[in-house]
């Protein structure tokens, strides 16, 4: 087992129960929590439903960086509720224009050895200054408001000897997509991937967050940086030097598994559609016409990405075939640019400046043409989530990105003949916090608008499954294609109508769509069944993809593997997750075929296996074993019909 890493020694200082056993079941405190608004309004509402007064955490913020196009009033209506449900119960709120949740927390709360939980998935992003930080669903951070320490597997911890220095030209996002061409986006649920070496030295703040940012990517619980001189400098840079503390692995430390990686052998790299696991270098696709490039969210929105991408297009005008749009990750960063000049360089080439917020990036708008290529300097590439279906999303670093839209091809920018910018961080960022409003300690009257629904209820799990496998699933079925973000983001705080659109994305003319044949069977007083491949639920940590089908009346999901977040939240609703004990079964499978699971309430038990007997249309049964890797606590949750129906 590992030892004597930063990991550790933070998960050390936060057990509160639990072996620290690889695997075992343990309980850390939550010192920070974040929300955004997308999640968020879920969150609190369940905050409310559990009946909190005042949040029992260290620090709290609630962020609006998501939903922010206000098409029609349901966005503004759920900020209305943020914000003043923020003051009522003791959190601080940052308000829409201020940036993203996870580059602002960086910026101005983040601290070293701390834990952090927040409802969203790259919250792995403040692993770059140290702390633990951890993506949940919304209920689970709602419960470590409450005060509930959150629940997590001991990790398996993969350390990153980062070798040698990165070469002009390649950067942070060439790391985590090498990190993702080595380890893929399968296959590592329960490790936490830490780096350390020589090659840190060249790795800012920021640009380390770029790495742990995209370790969501990898489905790891999280990836994490120790803290030395340079999180010294960036917390003095933010005017918070007082909260640095170093934090580095022990002379001893060892890993359960090793990686090296030599900075110095990079080149640049792509992640090709559509997942971010596709991996190329940047030479192989080089000459292919890109009709779209966008630069920004919360994996390359800082100042020296921002910086090196307005000093590559200062006196240059962006091809004529290519729309070029960039987004400042934080209102931080695009006063600075403002105040500099950047800014002005990026507009006079052309560049079309999006408001700091996650923007594109979450299929808020600039979805490009049917058949055409977009780079993108974000996170994700998952089919549809542009917005277009059939969509060409390559995933690349602001370098790439800027160079594709001067030349209007996929260019390495080693070949644009011109010297690499020299980018350095700034010794002080500009300090502004007027946009993050603090909790009120007087009464607060919280806005709730018509459009504000109410938490999910549900009921028991039944003494039976008479089950009907309403979907077939292949492999990488991601949170994306479960629940839509883009023009339904809005419905985040109104499960009934948000539920309309569960897998919209396999909704085929002359078919019944998903959500009504779920209805059906729930209607019928029979149980849904999603049967899946590997790797179910990858993605964002949303829980609607829990709650939506859960309110539909799913009551089991059949995977051959399923993502950590994902299965949290299946667990926190009340749904069952399950796993072929033999993958093979998985072929049997057909949509519409019957799968009865007998006496799961008295037979569901931590880590046993269930008989299930599958039915087929033509009459044909067959016995199909199935496995948990549920805890005492899951099995109890389970059974009362979700975390709603325990907490006390
Ligand atoms: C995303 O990148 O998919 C999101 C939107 O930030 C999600 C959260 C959400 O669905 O609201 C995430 O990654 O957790
Ligand atoms: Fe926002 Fe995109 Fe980052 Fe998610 S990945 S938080 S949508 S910028």
Not at 51 to 56: H, I, L, P, S, T
Not at 635 to 640: G, S, Y
Request: contains cysteine; charged residues 20%.
């Amino acid at each position: 087992m590992a030892k004597g890493t930063v990991v550790q020694k933070i998960l050390k200082n936060h057990i509160v129960q639990g072996k620290s056993k690889t695997g075992s079941p343990v309980s850390i405190k939550i010192d920070q929590t974040l929300t955004q608004d997308a999640t968020g309004t879920m969150a609190y509402l369940e905050l409310e439903a559990i009946g909190v007064e005042r949040v029992k955490t260290e620090l709290s913020v609630s962020y609006v960086d998501h939903n922010m196009m206000q098409n029609g009033p349901e966005n503004r209506n759920d900020h209305l509720y943020l914000q003043t449900v923020a003051q009522a119960k003791g959190i601080h709120f940052s308000r829409p224009g201020n940036g993203i949740c996870h580059q602002v927390h960086l910026e101005r709360f983040g601290v070293p050895g701390k834990t952090l939980l927040g409802s969203d998935s790259h919250t792995t992003t403040n692993g770059g200054i140290g702390m633990l930080a951890i993506g949940a669903g919304g209920l689970d951070v709602a419960l470590a408001m409450a005060g509930k320490p959150f629940r997590v597997n001991y990790p398996q911890i993969v350390g990153v000897n980062l070798k040698g220095k990165l070469p002009p030209w390649i950067s942070a996002k060439d790391v985590i997509l090498k990190m993702l061409q080595i380890l893929t986006t399968k296959g590592n649920v329960g490790k936490i991937v830490e780096y350390y070496g020589e090659g840190l030295d060249s790795l800012s703040v920021p640009e380390r967050a770029t790495i742990t940012n995209m370790g969501a990517e990898l489905g790891v619980t999280t990836s994490i940086f120790p803290s030395d001189g340079i999180t010294k400098k960036f917390l003095k840079a933010q005017g918070r030097e007082s909260q640095w503390t170093r934090l580095v692995k022990s002379k001893n430390a060892e890993y359960d598994q090793n990686i090296e990686i030599d900075l110095s052998s990079l080149v640049p790299l792509a992640a090709c559609p559509s997942s971010p696991d596709n991996i190329k270098e940047i030479r192989e696709l080089a000459g292919t016409p890109a009709d779209q490039v966008i630069i920004g969210s919360c994996t390359n929105g800082s100042y020296t990405d921002l910086m090196l991408v307005a000093a590559m297009l200062k006196g240059r005008i962006v091809n004529e075939n290519v729309s070029l749009s960039i987004a400042p990750g934080s209102r931080q960063v695009l006063e600075m640019l403002g105040r500099n000049g950047a800014l002005a360089d990026m507009v006079a080439s052309g560049a079309r400046i999006l408001e700091s917020g996650c923007g594109p990036c979450i299929g808020q708008g600039m979805s490009p043409a049917d058949g055409t290529v977009t780079l993108r300097t974000f996170n994700r590439n998952f089919a549809g989530r542009t917005g277009t279906r059939n969509d060409q999303a390559y995933l690349v670093s602001p370098a790439v990105a800027a160079a594709t839209a001067i030349t209007g091809k996929i260019t390495d920018p080693a070949t644009l003949g011109i010297a690499p910018p020299e980018v350095r961080p700034p010794r002080h960022f500009l300090v502004n916090d007027d946009m993050i409003i603090p909790p009120s300690s007087g009464t607060v009257e919280i806005i709730r608008k018509p459009t504000i629904g109410n938490p999910p209820e549900n009921s028991d799990l039944p003494e039976n499954i008479d089950g009907v496998v309403v979907i077939k699933t292949g492999d990488k079925i991601t949170t994306d294609h479960i629940m839509p973000a883009g023009i339904y983001l809005k419905y985040r705080s109104n499960i009934p109508e948000y539920s309309k659109c569960v897998f919209e994305c396999f909704n085929e003319k002359g078919k019944i769509p998903f959500n009504q044949r779920a209805l059906e069977i729930k209607n019928s007083g029979r149980h849904a069944v999603i049967v899946a491949g590997e790797s179910y639920g990858q993605g964002s940590s949303r829980e609607h993809a829990a709650i939506c089908p859960m309110f539909l009346g799913v009551k089991a999901v059949i995977a051959k593997s399923i993502e950590r977040i994902h299965m949290a939240n299946l667990v926190n609703f009340g749904i069952v997750p399950l796993f072929f004990t033999d993958g093979s079964d998985y072929e049997k499978f057909t949509e519409g075929d019957s799968i009865n699971i007998r006496e799961i309430r008295k037979n569901l038990r931590p880590g046993g296996t269930l008989t299930a007997e599958l039915l087929k249309s033509d009459g044909a049964t067959s016995e199909v074993k199935l496995s948990n890797k549920l805890s005492d606590e899951d099995v109890k949750v389970i059974l009362a019909g979700g975390s709603l129906n325990t907490v006390e």
